[in-house]
């Protein structure tokens, strides 16, 4: 598997130096979560979908495509940028308009036969894209197999419907693993901080998860509780 580039990028790739682990993307449209993310210097990527920019109240193309330029230009890696249309001509017109508005935007297209034929399309001409929706392997090899940048499970909503989402996580890695596929496995619908820590350990190559998930991250009572008490004997010392 190999790291994300810029579609417009003549970056070159030497799989051998390169030091690959778990990227960290924020999975909303919201920009003042984007930007305390990414104040905390881990953050190597965004996802939106088109839930997550209603929910912003964004609304109008110049309003979208704004919004994702502002995005782009916060943060220092690729932006998902989903297409509404769910059609072959539709999707490529659509696809190829996001790409223009910044070199980091992948395309995100759903997982359904003209999504697919449209992904080998992009990936054909130097278009990054993110294969969503993807609920089980066969769906994630068709998306490898068409070239995707990015398959996106959604562990969150297959866990609702009482399975296992982060085994999908680790059966895809070992299919990609074993084929050589080239497609990074972005795990999605990220719950809780469980999640991402199952998902490092499953091998996903990017976990996208809400602010909360990833401040989740931070806590346990036993640092609390050691850092009152440091700070506290340290009072003796002055
Ligand atoms: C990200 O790319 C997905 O659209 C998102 O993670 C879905 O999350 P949800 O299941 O919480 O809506």
Redesign the pocket.
Known sequence: MIPFMPHTSTNYIILQSQTIYMKFFI?TANLAQIQEANDLGILDGV???P??MAKEGIRGTEAINNHYKTICEMVDGPV?A?VLSTTFDEIIAEGQKLAQIHENIVV?VPMIKDGIKAIKWFTDNGIST?C??VFSAGQAILAAKAGATFV?P?I??IDDSSWDGVQLIEQITNIYNAQGYMTEV?A????NPLHIVRCAEAGADVC?C?LNSILGLLKHPLTDIGLAQFLNDAKSMQ
């Open positions: 999975d996802t939106t979908n839930s997550l998902s989903e995100k993110n969503t929706l996106s959604f969150g909503r972005l999605a619908s990220i719950r996208t809400p």
